[in-house]
């Protein structure tokens, strides 16, 4: 059985296939890479959201209990910010 010719590896036809496959996975990369950058800043934005809401809950349910008043105390004489303090 003959098949058509078979061209080697450093063929100028071989270089240029591989040469456009490269390109062509370089932009769905770059796409790819867009895609998760826009996805990181919103985990961002939603996770900012969700600190600030914890914040303000926290504050308002522990802040009264003695023991969490001990424990922000301790946290401030070690100059370590709490949730109750902000």
């Known amino acids: 059985m003959e098949r058509g010719p078979v061209l080697p590896p450093g063929t100028e036809n071989e270089s240029k296939r591989l040469f456009h496959e490269l ?4 932009i769905e990369l770059e796409m790819q890479n867009e895609e998760l950058h826009h996805v990181m800043d919103e985990l961002e934005k939603s996770e900012e ?3 600030a809401l914890f914040e303000i809950q926290s504050g308002r349910k522990f802040a009264s209990y003695p023991q969490w008043q001990t424990f922000n105390k301790m946290m401030k004489d070690n100059h370590i910010v ?3 303090g902000l």
């Open 49 to 51: 959201k969700l600190t």
């Open 82 to 84: 709490t949730l109750a």
């Open 23 to 26: 390109e062509v996975h370089q």
